[in-house]
């Protein structure tokens, strides 16, 4: 060997950042709403037998002997089944508790028998066309890739590619396109458009034919950029008539639908979807002051009994592993009762620092008192880190005085650093300029800007279309309402 071995020792700094379990799921737990935490209280209560709830408003059993025998008649035959989920609703609905929050309601729990838009529009096709039972299937694939509004936009032979991987074989293109112009004759008028000038121009078709009618279809037709940008005056020019005529066309177009899958009957499961469940409630006391709990009504947890002991009997062997389960399933139970504690504190604390700094809206509601509120402010007042608090608001809402509100309604910054108005300020001051400003002439972003620079405001033009664009409004030309005078 020509060279030398050589033992060496080397010191490294490393510096590593382990996330600690329980961190992650108390992360998970505070993102959850209301419902959703719900959901997971009866999936442990389903997977861990050690875990156990209790209902606080259930009534207490009375300490005197000589009530033992107080039932009534209902409760006595209430107790004649031999489980809960034997006892049939109208029993449940004529006991003593029926009063209870979580009394039998039929108009609830009834099934949704309603129609789906899909199905209305297939049952349509079918009782009014005479499309062979092969059509019909590839009608609903047609109807199926319909948006919304009731607009096509994917291509017909993408959805004969669908069909090919779905059914093994691809339909001709022939057939596609008849059995697409059947859908497109359904009612309301518009559907199976493939965009919006397509839609209107669908329902024109089917009104009776006028000047004002044919005019406006001819807008539609040759002329729809010009009227898709308010350039009026050039509209007359090219068309040749004047003000009134035009403004008759105008109205025609107007009165069209451009959303036509909106009139058909969503069904009651997806209006009931639509209702927001709050995760906290703020009363307010007689002294003025805000108190913030848990919306929903969760149960009490605690350990089960039983497994409150470790097991004793059996062999080594089965009592050994009869102990390791119950340890194992009572550890976890702990863990998820000390976790949902935390996030239920974690919340309130989050909640009422909110309270706390926006006391002045949530007296009043006035949203012009709403103050310049960061995650850092909440941090400061809770203690918390700015990730749990930025987890914990997200997709949570409260329920005040004054209304429903997302946690994220309340947090707004300073525009800019040298401004004392609020982004709920500023926007409130936008909506109200471009609410009453004079629809023939609208205001521009820069005359929006130097509105509010002589009230006070200290202010941008890109910022004012920041917020505009927030609010919903277009620019000042797409604002602007055509007047017979406007020519």
């Given at each position: 060997?020509?060279?030398?071995?050589?033992?060496?020792?080397?010191?490294?700094?490393?510096?590593?950042?382990?996330?600690?379990?329980?961190?992650?799921?108390?992360?998970?737990?505070?993102?959850?709403?209301?419902?959703?935490?719900?959901?997971?209280?009866?999936?442990?209560?389903?997977?861990?037998?050690?875990?156990?709830?209790?209902?606080?408003?259930?009534?207490?059993?009375?300490?005197?002997?000589?009530?033992?025998?107080?039932?009534?008649?209902?409760?006595?035959?209430?107790?004649?089944?031999?489980?809960?989920?034997?006892?049939?609703?109208?029993?449940?609905?004529?006991?003593?508790?029926?009063?209870?929050?979580?009394?039998?309601?039929?108009?609830?729990?009834?099934?949704?028998?309603?129609?789906?838009?899909?199905?209305?529009?297939?049952?349509?096709?079918?009782?009014?066309?005479?499309?062979?039972?092969?059509?019909?299937?590839?009608?609903?694939?047609?109807?199926?890739?319909?948006?919304?509004?009731?607009?096509?936009?994917?291509?017909?032979?993408?959805?004969?590619?669908?069909?090919?991987?779905?059914?093994?074989?691809?339909?001709?293109?022939?057939?596609?396109?008849?059995?697409?112009?059947?859908?497109?004759?359904?009612?309301?008028?518009?559907?199976?458009?493939?965009?919006?000038?397509?839609?209107?121009?669908?329902?024109?078709?089917?009104?009776?034919?006028?000047?004002?009618?044919?005019?406006?279809?001819?807008?539609?037709?040759?002329?729809?950029?010009?009227?898709?940008?308010?350039?009026?005056?050039?509209?007359?020019?090219?068309l040749k008539v004047d003000?009134?005529?035009l403004a008759r066309a105008?109205?025609?177009?107007?009165?069209?639908?451009?959303?036509?899958?909106?009139?058909?009957?969503?069904g009651a499961s997806a209006?009931?979807?639509?209702?927001?469940?709050?995760?906290?409630?703020?009363?307010?006391?007689?002294?003025?002051?805000?108190?913030?709990?848990?919306?929903?009504?969760?149960?009490?947890?605690?350990?089960?009994?039983?497994?409150?002991?470790?097991?004793?009997?059996?062999?080594?062997?089965?009592?050994?592993?009869?102990?390791?389960?119950?340890?194992?399933?009572?550890?976890?139970?702990?863990?998820?009762?000390?976790?949902?504690?935390?996030?239920?504190?974690?919340?309130?604390?989050?909640?009422?620092?909110?309270?706390?700094?926006?006391?002045?809206?949530?007296?009043?509601?006035?949203?012009?008192?709403?103050?310049?509120?960061?995650?850092?402010?909440?941090?400061?007042?809770?203690?918390?880190?700015?990730?749990?608090?930025?987890?914990?608001?997200?997709?949570?809402?409260?329920?005040?005085?004054?209304?429903?509100?997302?946690?994220?309604?309340?947090?707004?910054?300073?525009?800019?650093?040298?401004?004392?108005?609020?982004?709920?300020?500023?926007?409130?001051?936008?909506?109200?300029?471009?609410?009453?400003?004079?629809?023939?002439?609208?205001?521009?972003?820069?005359?929006?800007?130097?509105?509010?620079?002589?009230?006070?405001?200290?202010?941008?033009?890109?910022?004012?279309?920041?917020?505009?664009?927030?609010?919903?409004?277009?620019?000042?030309?797409?604002?602007?309402?055509?007047?017979?005078?406007?020519?």
């Amino acid at each position: 060997m020509t060279g030398k071995e050589s033992l060496r020792q080397e010191q490294q700094l490393k510096l590593q950042q382990r996330l600690n379990m329980h961190n992650v799921v108390l992360g998970r737990m505070l993102e959850m709403t209301a419902p959703e935490f719900d959901d997971e209280i009866r999936r442990q209560l389903d997977d861990n037998p050690a875990l156990e709830a209790h209902d606080d408003t259930a009534p207490t059993p009375s300490a005197d002997p000589d009530d033992d025998f107080g039932e009534t008649s209902e409760q006595l035959q209430l107790a004649d089944y031999a489980d809960a989920d034997d006892i049939p609703y109208y029993r449940l609905g004529t006991a003593s508790d029926h009063s209870s929050d979580d009394a039998f309601d039929a108009v609830t729990l009834a099934a949704d028998d309603s129609e789906s838009a899909f199905e209305i529009l297939l049952r349509r096709l079918a009782a009014e066309s005479d499309l062979t039972p092969a059509e019909l299937k590839i009608a609903g694939y047609i109807i199926g890739n319909l948006d919304s509004n009731g607009y096509l936009t994917r291509p017909l032979a993408d959805i004969a590619d669908d069909m090919a991987m779905s059914e093994g074989a691809a339909p001709a293109p022939d057939e596609m396109n008849r059995v697409f112009m059947a859908v497109r004759g359904l009612d309301p008028a518009g559907i199976g458009a493939v965009d919006l000038r397509d839609c209107l121009l669908l329902q024109l078709d089917r009104r009776e034919s006028s000047p004002d009618v044919d005019l406006a279809f001819d807008i539609l037709l040759d002329y729809f950029d010009l009227l898709s940008k308010k350039h009026y005056d050039r509209l007359a020019a090219a068309l040749k008539v004047d003000n009134d005529t035009l403004a008759r066309a105008l109205d025609v177009i107007l009165s069209l639908n451009p959303r036509p899958a909106a009139s058909l009957d969503e069904g009651a499961s997806a209006t009931r979807a639509r209702h927001i469940t709050p995760d906290f409630v703020l009363e307010c006391d007689d002294n003025g002051k805000f108190r913030v709990t848990l919306a929903g009504n969760h149960p009490r947890l605690s350990i089960e009994p039983s497994f409150s002991i470790d097991p004793q009997g059996g062999t080594n062997a089965s009592l050994a592993s009869a102990k390791a389960f119950v340890r194992r399933k009572r550890e976890e139970a702990a863990a998820f009762i000390r976790m949902a504690d935390l996030r239920a504190e974690t919340l309130v604390a989050i909640a009422s620092a909110i309270a706390t700094i926006q006391h002045d809206f949530l007296t009043t509601g006035d949203r012009s008192l709403i103050k310049p509120m960061i995650l850092r402010d909440v941090s400061e007042l809770t203690g918390l880190d700015l990730s749990v608090i930025s987890r914990a608001v997200a997709g949570k809402y409260i329920l005040t005085p004054h209304g429903v509100y997302p946690l994220k309604f309340f947090f707004n910054e300073h525009p800019r650093e040298e401004t004392g108005a609020t982004s709920h300020r500023i926007s409130q001051a936008i909506k109200e300029l471009i609410d009453n400003e004079n629809k023939k002439n609208p205001l521009s972003d820069q005359a929006i800007m130097d509105t509010l620079v002589a009230s006070g405001f200290d202010i941008a033009r890109r910022t004012v279309a920041k917020y505009r664009e927030k609010l919903g409004y277009p620019v000042a030309r797409l604002r602007k309402t055509f007047r017979t005078d406007d020519i």
